[in-house]
């Protein structure tokens, strides 16, 4: 796959359709890819008949640093970011389409990796890229969409939590936020950590699995739990309760916490990009082993939607873009 743009210089010297030449030359594709990319537009199959779809864009500097993150790892992690979102409708991802904005003086290498990316992580996930659109600009720009199938489950939206029923999370919490701690301090290690920001593993089959268990209302966690859970609470008009005592707060994380001074609760608690996925269910539903139940939701109250060991949460409850 690797090597065709290697040693070919820039993106402006390649020529629009030169790349577009580069890039689709990597990809992969899947059975439910009836005509992939090439032509007006891209084809697919859809067995459940509806549909699922979601959008993000990403920036470089706001999402992403080059000094930071490969750019194979920035196409792991934003095909992550956007493939969480549809598993977290209890969907399964069939598709990608990438929307491109480069600069003409960068090298052709950076795409054709990003794209390794892209197509990698897809296939974790089943998907595949089917299209896309290249165009020059100042900033490198990803604007991504990503589809799936529900496969015969009921959507699982953000609005379904109802008093009485466990919150329940599965995935990582808080990784990608102390590896964003240790990175933006100049430092490179512990590499665990930094890995988990720059590649984050949304699980992706838990997102089917939890419709299948009924779940009554699942979000993937991009900008923080507590912020993530704060649109559940408000979709659903309940209260949701958080404790801390059923988190996770790994030793190394502990310890990242005190070198730099931060609780890391607070990365658990508020840190997003590890798409984690979290959902309710009836207090009655036997979870697997890898729903770990960190909370309950409540009938709801004047006080704050989201509490943590009952109390309102003093300070930012995740990412937002347009914060302070
Ligand atoms: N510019 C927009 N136009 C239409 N809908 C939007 C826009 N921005 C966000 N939304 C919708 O608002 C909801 C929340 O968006 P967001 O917080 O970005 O969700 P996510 O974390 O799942 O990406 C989504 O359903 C999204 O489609
Ligand atoms: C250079 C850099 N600075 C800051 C961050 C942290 N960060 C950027 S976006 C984001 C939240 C998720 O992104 P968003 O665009 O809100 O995704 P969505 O919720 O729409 O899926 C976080 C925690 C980062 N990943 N990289
Ligand atoms: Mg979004």
Known sequence: MRGHGQGRGTVGELGEFGLIRELTSRLTTTPA?????????????????RVVASTDVLIEGRHFRRDWSTAYDVGRKSAAQ?????????????????GLVVPADLLVTW??????????????????????????????????????????????????????DVVAVTGWLGWSAAGHAVLARGFRSPRAFVEAHRRPEPPYQAGPAAAGLGATSMTDVSDGLLADLGHVAEAGKVRIDIRTAALDVPGQMADIGKAVGVDPLQWVLTGGEDHAIVATF??????????RVV?????????????VDGEPWRGAAGWDHFGG
């Open 82 to 98: 956007n493939l969480a979102d549809i598993a977290a409708m209890g969907a399964v991802p069939t598709a990608l389409l990438l």
């Open 295 to 307: 909370g309950e939701v409540q009938a709801p109250s004047a006080a704050a939607q989201v509490t």
């Open 33 to 49: 890819v009836r005509v992939g990319p090439g032509d007006d537009a891209a084809v697919l199959s859809a067995p459940d008949r």
């Open 111 to 164: 795409p054709a990796e990003l794209m390794d990316g892209l197509r990698d992580e897809c296939q974790v996930a089943g998907a595949a890229v089917v299209g896309g659109d290249v165009v020059r600009g100042d900033a490198i720009t990803l604007a991504i969409t990503a589809l799936g199938d529900m496969q015969g489950h009921e959507p699982v939206t953000r609005a379904g939590a109802r008093p009485g």
């Open 282 to 291: 009836p207090p009655h539903v036997k979870l697997p082993a890898r729903w």
